[in-house]
């Protein structure tokens, strides 16, 4: 995790940012099913509260 400027609401702000990757074999999983499964990480991650619900 490193900082780095972001925008938020219009004002440019130090925030914490996180290179994710997934491997996969194509073979077994779809790269639809992996970019799924990397937007729904994404969004847990952003929102830990969502792990309780």
Known sequence: IIDKPIVKNGEI???KM???TLSCDHRVVDG???AQFLQT???TLENP???LV
């Open 32 to 34: 639809a099913t992996g």
């Open 49 to 51: 509260v969502r792990l």
């Open 13 to 15: 702000v130090p925030g």
């Open 41 to 43: 990480f994404k969004a």
């Open 18 to 20: 996180m290179k994710v």
